[in-house]
Each structure stands twice: as structure tokens, then as C-alpha cells.
């Protein structure tokens, strides 16, 4: 199963941008998933410290991301921005290609901004408020079961 991690990222707040990521890769590493991740193969000292700029070319970026996105099986957006005040402009580009392709979603926040918005809301197929709600749910397990075998 493909899984996308979709989610803030910003060269000041990059060990956090990372920290969750990593969280999730390690939880499941027995599983047969595959991530699919803005940071894989990222020069990280090219990030900006707004974390609107790179080494890349924008177009490069966004067609790498859409690849990415549209060829997931799943989607984890973690909509936390480490106390930064840009918005996640990028992240809910990524939940709407997404929703267009009937992906299912995994939204992660504590915030009411995004768990009451209307779009957000629909486009999530859950919402749970942390990373280790995400475990404790059975969320991830849920989707993957029924993308294999059916066990009785």
C-alpha cells in the first residue's frame, strides 16, 4: 500500500516537519507500505527558512507532488504548523487532488479550523487529533485490510 505524508514543512521548523514522518515509517516498517513523501530526496539545507523556497524549480515540485499524491492509496495530513503562522497552502492542494481521485484521507489535528471547515471535513475520510491517536485508532489498518486479502 502506498501512503502518502502529506504536511507542513519549513526550513525553521524542519526537525519537526521530519519527527512525525519518521514516527509514522517506524510504527509500520512490518508493514508492506511504501511512503510517499514531499521530503524524500529533498536537499534540506535548500528549504527556506519560510519553507517557500528550494534548490527545485516550483513546477518540479508540484508535478513531483501530484505524482505522488494521485498514485497514493492512502493520505496522512498532518495539519500542524509548529506554531507558524503560514498556511498550509501546499497541504490542502495536496487533500483536494486527493479527494478528486476518491483517495482516502487521514487528517490529523486538534485544530477546529480545519476538523469544522466544510471542504476539510468532507475530504477527510477520518480525523483523529495526534500521531499516537492515529496508532491507537486502527485507522491505518482499517484502509490497508481492505486493500488485501480478506482474513476470516
Known amino acids: ?3 502518502y505524508l502529506a504536511g507542513f514543512i519549513q526550513g525553521s521548523k524542519l526537525k519537526e ?3 512525525w514522518r519518521k514516527q509514522i515509517r517506524e510504527y509500520y516498517k512490518d ?3 511504501v511512503f510517499l513523501d514531499p521530503l524524500n530526496g ?7 527558512q519560510d519553507g517557500l523556497k528550494s534548490s527545485r524549480n516550483p513546477h518540479s515540485i508540484i508535478h513531483r507532488d501530484y505524482k505522488s499524491v ?11 504548523t509548529f506554531e507558524e503562522q503560514r498556511p498550509l497552502t501546499g497541504t490542502i492542494c ?10 482516502p484521507i487521514i487528517m490529523i489535528t486538534k485544530e477546529d479550523k480545519y476538523k469544522l471547515h466544510p471542504f476539510l471535513s468532507y475530504f477527510a475520510s477520518d480525523i483523529v487529533s495526534s500521531v499516537n491517536e492515529l ?3 486502527g485507522v ?9 486479502n480478506a482474513l476470516y
Not at 494521485?70 to 500542524?80: K, V
Not at 491505518?140 to 488485501?148: P, T
Open 17 to 19: 516537519c521530519i519527527l
Open 70 to 80: 494521485t498514485s497514493a492509496d492512502l493520505i496522512i495530513a498532518n495539519m500542524n
Open 94 to 103: 495536496e487533500l483536494a487532488w486527493a479527494w478528486e481521485k476518491h483517495i
Open 1 to 3: 500500500m502506498k501512503v
Open 42 to 48: 529533498k536537499d534540506f539545507a535548500s528549504i527556506s
Open 135 to 137: 496508532f491507537e485508532s
Open 140 to 148: 491505518v489498518y482499517y484502509f490497508y485490510s481492505g486493500l488485501v
Open 31 to 33: 508493514y508492506p507500505f
